[in-house]
């Protein structure tokens, strides 16, 4: 049977996890649109899931050679958003990682660090530029509350950027001892 | 060697000699795998940058028409050989002077 759940994520480590924690209890991820997954009733614990942010969206050539390279190493390549891919494999197949080594994590994070560094500049732009003209006389009732609409999400990627920062200075602190 | 080679990393050293013979990543990763005694896994993404740097370098190079079909092999160059035996020249350094000093032969 289907089910269908409806969740917006921000943080794809939270959303990792917590779809781990449904393939855990027989509730396996099978689609992706805007906010909503569609699962699939399996055996608990029958797979493992990973998200990773592509360099190009999934569906370009470079992305497609990518999929079609992890999929030959026995895994699924379930869902994309964008440059977001969701990869699974079979539990009985053994852990399931696509990063082992610190360069290729480090590699991942900075790219998810570039991504809300992006978001959060672009809405800083937006919201820098509605609260000027909103400020500037007359008054734009309308262009002030746009500002402070934008205000939470500007927050938010300027918090998911640091996050991937923090994540960014531990992989360099891990690598000056160890490689893995 | 005509340039200075860093110290490999364990998953390019074993990808190495992995590619003594013709492997495609799937391939690699379970020789990878037994030849450390489970001890050391790629993952795919991982191994996919590892393949396509490796590649750059002329270390190891793609199989015209192996054996995987679909799936691309590859195998180990004359310079990713010379590159394994300088990496085990800088092993059994590492490996002599460890065992001297901590077996308490040197003080």
């Given amino acids: 049977m289907k089910h269908i759940i409806r969740k917006a994520f921000w943080n794809y480590e939270k959303e990792e996890k917590w779809l781990n924690s449904l393939s855990a209890k027989g509730l396996a991820m099978t689609d992706y649109s805007w906010c909503r997954y569609v699962f699939e009733e399996t055996l608990p614990g029958e797979y493992i899931y990973r998200i990773e942010l592509l360099e190009k969206p999934a569906p370009h050539p470079e992305s497609r050679q990518y999929i079609a390279f992890i999929e030959d190493t026995g895994a699924e390549f379930v869902a994309s958003y964008m440059r977001w891919a969701y990869f699974r494999k079979k539990a009985e197949d053994g852990p399931f990682e696509l990063f082992t080594d610190i360069d290729s994590r480090l590699i991942h994070s900075r790219r998810v660090r570039a991504l809300w560094a992006a978001c959060a500049a672009a809405e800083f732009a937006i919201m820098g530029a509605n609260f000027a003209v909103g400020f500037m006389p007359p008054v734009s009732e309308l262009n002030l509350i746009l500002a402070a609409a934008i205000c939470p999400f500007f927050i938010m990627f300027a918090y998911l950027a640091a996050h991937q920062s923090r994540r960014v200075k531990e992989l360099k602190r891990r690598r000056k001892i160890t490689e893995g | ?107």
């Fill in chain 2, 1 to 107: 060697m005509d340039e200075m080679q860093g110290a490999l990393t364990e998953g390019v050293y074993y990808t190495l000699l992995a590619l003594y013979r013709p492997l495609h990543g799937y391939g690699i990763m379970q020789t990878v795998r037994s030849l450390s005694g489970g001890r050391v896994t790629l993952g795919a993404g991982t191994l996919y940058g590892a393949l396509f740097a490796l590649v750059e370098k002329g270390w190891i190079r793609p199989r015209e028409g192996g054996a995987g079909g679909r799936r691309k092999e590859y195998e180990i160059t004359q310079r990713g050989r010379a590159a394994v035996k300088a990496e085990i020249k800088r092993l059994e350094e590492l490996l002599e002077n460890g065992k001297k000093i901590d077996g308490g032969e040197i003080q």
